[in-house]
């Protein structure tokens, strides 16, 4: 078996979705036989005391690394500021991760046969390359999102140089990687456009631990706490970021007023939190709930409160990114309403799992007809929501997709 190290930018105890995926995938692994190293940050996404707790951090190079165990992989953190909303002190954030992180995986890393590299940030790529070069080792570069293409699309990068300086980047990683590995098959395809060599692209999805996120009932402490018993929840859990259309869910809440028993719930943080209180604080959206992010302890009531799930990005994103949390929902066995575009795999997951609708993204009066066709079908809720889980159970567990590294790790060092 491999020694394999993971350059992650996250990891536990940190507990955003990217975080849980690379500590789920390294723990897979590791139960395969393979030897885990972990470089990463401190948590600075979604810090969670409790995992903390558990997986205590000790100080190394006078605060600059920190190390700790997580059941059973070392895992070494470089120092990292609490996420900001200004995006060049994380682009600067970004840069001392690489430089810490390259420096320790050279002085305080023993000999490994393999390096797994996931992107977001672009960036990572280059310091995968790096070690590679000098440990001579090959590393596979897996693209979660694809960069730049998202903050273009986003408005996020706007100065033609940057943009192409990004976009040499971008190639110059892929051709330097030994295998790239996308989530899906439409990202795939964007990338043979882009230039890769077939041959060099492997898809390989996301996964959601099946064990753990199992459908829950709604009677549940969560339900108490938030006075939801007696209501049609309608829920969206996650990043509260910039792919995210939440002026349209705003705008969908507007038109099913005359549903008083349907009541919205938004958990989560990111860029566009400050935001959305604004506009929920105005009163103008009675029947929304806004709470903070939640730990991953809760995230099964969390599920069980709810009788419907909404995925909604924005016009475009769906080609370049895709929600990983669809995983989770279908675990939990709860049906979806999802805004994406036509020609993306969100919605054709939609239409192949049978575990709810696809609207056209940025459409208010779309998604309000789908929330309001579930809610006066609400019987055949439960069959949707039974059809993602065993879709689920199928082809997106962390056990099936730990198995799919595991061959192409041991393809790659025969």
Not at 7 to 32: G, I
Not at 95 to 105: G, I, K, N
Not at 204 to 209: C, G, K, R, T, Y
Not at 237 to 258: D, V
């Amino acid at each position: 078996m491999a020694k394999i190290l993971l350059l992650t930018l996250v990891y536990a105890p940190d507990s955003v979705s990217t975080a849980m995926l690379m500590t789920t995938l390294a723990q897979e692994l590791k139960t395969l036989g393979h030897e885990m190293t972990v470089l990463t940050t401190t948590p600075h996404y979604n810090e969670d005391p409790i995992a903390r707790a558990k997986q205590p951090l000790t100080p190394k190079w006078k605060g600059l690394l920190y190390e700790s165990n997580n059941d059973g992989i070392r895992v070494l953190h470089a120092t990292i500021p609490v996420k900001g909303k200004r995006v060049g002190a994380r682009l600067l954030d970004y840069l001392r991760f690489h430089a810490v992180s390259t420096v320790a995986a050279l002085v305080s890393v023993g000999h490994y046969d393999l390096i797994i590299a996931p992107s977001p940030p672009l960036t990572i790529g280059l310091s995968a390359w790096i070690l590679s070069l000098l440990r001579r080792v090959p590393f596979i570069y897996n693209v979660q999102e694809i960069y730049p293409d998202v903050a273009v699309k986003l408005g996020v990068l706007k100065n033609p140089r940057v943009i192409r300086f990004f976009e040499w980047m971008e190639t110059f990683i892929y051709d330097r990687s030994k295998v790239v590995t996308v989530i899906s098959e439409w990202f795939r395809r964007i990338l043979i456009n882009k230039g890769v060599p077939p041959p060099k692209l492997v898809v390989i999805p996301n996964f959601v631990d099946v064990e753990y996120m199992k459908p829950s009932a709604k009677d549940n402490p969560f339900t108490t706490q938030h006075d939801l018993a007696d209501k049609f929840v309608v829920m969206y859990a996650g990043n509260i970021g910039l792919t995210q259309g939440f002026e349209i869910i705003l705008e969908a809440t507007a038109h099913l007023r005359h549903l008083p028993d349907l009541h919205f719930v938004i958990v989560g943080d990111g860029a566009r939190r400050a935001w959305l209180e604004e506009q929920v604080s105005t009163g103008r959206y009675p029947n929304v709930l806004l709470l903070p992010y939640q730990s991953p302890t809760v995230m099964p009531q969390l599920y069980g409160a709810c009788d419907l799930c909404l995925v909604p990005l924005k016009k475009g994103t769906a080609q370049d990114t895709f929600p990983s949390k669809i995983y989770t929902i279908m675990a939990a066995a709860k049906p979806v309403v999802a805004s994406a575009d036509p020609d993306s795999e969100l919605a054709w997951l939609m239409g192949e799992s049978g575990c709810g609708w696809a609207v056209p993204p940025d459409d208010a009066n779309a998604l309000a007809a789908a929330i309001e066709t579930a809610y006066r079908e609400r019987d055949t809720l439960g069959g949707k929501g039974e059809a993602g889980r065993l879709y689920v159970h199928a082809h997106h567990s962390s056990r099936a997709i730990g198995q799919k590294y595991d061959a192409l790790i041991q393809e790659l060092l025969q």
